[in-house]
């Protein structure tokens, strides 16, 4: 009964409220007139219309803020730590026909993998990874989803390329030197695997000196690779590296990453095409 007398107490003030608006509104309309009237009631829905769209935009930027700070992206930056080494290597990552198809399998094994169903009550086994950091060249297929993460998140990139050492075209995690490229990279990395599981000390250099040198029954040899650049910027260089091998090597060639670069180093002196090279390896082995 209280209740209801409330309910009436309520409808009787704001019908007194809304005669007293009316009366207002008339008295402005007689003073002001009637098309100021129109204006400032357009003003006003305006600028509550312009209030509304900036709150709108300012919850749009929050939520997307939010989004990128969700599970699966803060499980990334902990992957060492934070999920199961007992798996190896997934098997759409190690099908994966491109570098982006790989990344996109890594997200999602990482998304499968990783976050469990209930990411809040999810316990996590902490990780140790065993890896030599000097080494800059891995076989994806021998690592594990944890190694191949860590690796990449310290700079490593994925890389399709034809082996010396397994004769075929394989995915590997390449981490280049200073100015370096991937190719150039794995070309010098694979020939010095190839000679030092034939039990041959190898030299690396990025300096004026060749990519890469060795010595066998006393005899020094040189490798330089070329990615071909050099042949468009500065082939003075080419000439003086030239000079310099013959002067202080016994054996010495190049070796074209690119095809289409192996005529034009010719002119230079002895060029390898890629393909070859391990054969020239081994007749170098042979005679030592």
Known sequence: MQGQNNQEDNSVFYVLLSILFLAWLQKKIEII???????????II???????????????INRNRQNKKCPMQLSQDRIIEQFKTEEGLPEDVEQSNTEKEM??????????????????????????????????LFKCKKLNLDEMKYL?????????????????????????????????????????????????????????????????????????????????????????????????YDTWFFVCTVRKYVQKYRKFGKTIDRRYLRNQLEKILKKA
């Open 33 to 43: 007139g009637m098309q100021k009237i129109i204006r400032m009631v357009i003003t």
């Open 46 to 60: 305006a600028s509550i219309s312009f209030m509304l769209l900036l709150y709108l935009i300012a919850w749009k």
């Open 103 to 136: 990344s996109e399998s890594l997200e999602q094994s990482l998304t499968e993998e990783v976050l469990p169903k209930s990411f809040e009550t999810a316990q996590r086994k902490e990780v140790t990874i065993s890896l030599d950091s000097e080494k800059r």
């Open 152 to 248: 990449m998140a310290k700079g490593y990139r994925i890389s399709s390329q034809f082996s010396i050492n397994s004769r075929k075209k394989e995915k590997f995690l390449i981490k280049p030197r200073f100015n370096e490229s991937e190719g150039h990279a794995f070309v010098v990395y694979d020939i010095c695997e190839f000679l030092e599981k034939k039990y041959v000390e190898c030299k690396k250099y990025m300096t004026t000196k060749p990519d890469i040198t060795f010595e066998i029954n006393d005899k020094r040899y040189a490798i330089e690779v070329e990615t071909g650049n050099k042949l468009s910027k500065d082939k003075k260089a080419i000439s003086e590296k030239v000079k310099q091998l013959k002067k202080e």
